[in-house]
């Protein structure tokens, strides 16, 4: 079964601020055009922005961040608008 969008383009930026040797500083931002297929489903869109800081060590990288996203869900929330903020934590052990 295909699905509800026919093509999405999207675009993705990252930035980070690397200057100090124990935290950099990170921003970024995503967004999508939804072109919708058939009737199921409205054309829309989905957009994020992502900040936070990443430690980085000789064991790897733990990053703090936090995250605002607005737009079309996927699935069964095709048709519904929706807004979300999240924050999290991420350790990558073999980052840097």
């Known amino acids: 079964m295909a699905g ?8 993705d ?29 409205r054309d829309g869109y989905f957009v994020r922005a992502i900040g936070g800081l990443s430690f ?13 996203d607005s737009g ?3 699935g069964l929330l095709v048709n519904r608008r929706e807004q979300r903020v999240s924050v999290g934590i991420r350790y990558a052990p073999f980052a840097r």
């Open 4 to 11: 509800a969008f026919t093509a999405v383009p999207s675009i």
């Open 56 to 68: 980085p060590g000789p064991q790897g990288e733990f990053l703090v961040w936090v995250a605002r």
């Open 72 to 74: 079309n869900g996927k």
């Open 13 to 41: 930026l990252s930035l980070q601020w690397d200057r100090l040797r124990w935290v950099a500083p990170f921003l970024g931002g995503y967004g999508e055009w939804l072109f919708a297929r058939g009737e199921r489903a």
